[in-house]
């Protein structure tokens, strides 16, 4: 057998025991997806109507939920790939990570399982979501198949970069609740982010900070393909925040696997 079906095949074992054990430990999961939906909930019911007063232009609470919506979508992943960091944490300070390293497998098979089955973890739960995004009047109705292709294919080249960051945090932690904390800046950046809020109604000296981070990018990209926002160089941005986040996530996650263990 090859170097490559072998990894193949290694890689398609590892993905179906995470998925199984997501079907089996389903809590963490629901917990992490009922957050972006409460928020939502929270911001379009509660603080719809004066939140919306910042969009400027006499905009109504549905307004503010197409402007809130691919903020949310992007806040979903960041907090689905915080079980991921939960669940490589227990992997390797349970001891199936040394079990695994005996075995004739392929050495990155571990990571790739994790990595595969977050990211359809992290679609699953967009989808889920969205769904409910729409049930409260969320419209994307001038978004052509194609923007919507490219809405669909933005959201999982994120989840992916995220991905690999917090396999990264996982591996380096120490217990679960370390990898829980490690991983948090994947929830809190959203918030300062124009998920909520155009950047513009906020202050001068925390614009910067909301501009040059990667989430606000991937939020204007995302509502220019689904809203017919203008997306500039956003676009651009985005694109090279994941693929320089996925990068780097996946070398320091192979450099710590691949250290000896002490």
Not at 20 to 43: D, E, K, Q, W
Not at 221 to 228: E, K, Q, W
Request: aromatic share 8%; proline share 5%; net charge neutral.
């Amino acid at each position: 057998m090859s170097s490559l079906s072998l990894a193949v095949r290694d890689s398609s074992t590892m993905l179906r025991r995470n998925l199984l054990h997501a079907r089996r430990y389903p809590s963490l999961t629901l917990n992490l997806l009922l957050t972006p939906i409460v928020l939502l909930l929270l911001f379009v019911y509660i603080f719809g109507d004066a939140m919306s007063a910042g969009l400027g232009g006499g905009a109504d609470r549905s307004d503010y939920i197409a402007y809130i919506v691919p903020g949310i979508l992007l806040m979903t992943i960041g907090g689905t790939v915080v079980g991921t960091a939960v669940s490589v944490s227990n992997d390797m300070t349970e001891g199936i990570i040394a079990r695994f390293r005996t075995m004739a497998i392929h050495r990155g098979s571990v990571l790739i399982g994790h990595v595969i089955g977050s990211v359809l973890q992290s679609i699953a739960s967009v989808v889920l979501v969205g769904a409910v995004a729409l049930a409260i009047g969320f419209r994307a109705t001038d978004a052509t198949p194609l923007e919507w292709l490219a809405a669909f294919g933005l959201l999982a080249l994120v989840a992916l970069a995220l991905t690999w960051v917090s396999v990264g945090m996982g591996l380096i932690s120490p217990n679960a609740e370390a990898a829980s904390n490690n991983a948090l800046p994947l929830i809190i950046l959203p918030f300062i982010s124009s998920a909520f809020v155009p950047l513009d109604t906020m202050p001068g000296w925390f614009q910067p900070i909301a501009e040059y981070q990667p989430f606000t990018p991937a939020i204007e990209t995302l509502r220019g393909l689904l809203l017919g926002s203008e997306i500039g160089n956003n676009g651009w941005l985005a694109l090279a925040w994941c693929l320089g986040l996925t990068v780097l996530g996946y070398r320091w996650s192979k450099s710590v696997f691949n250290r000896d263990p002490k």
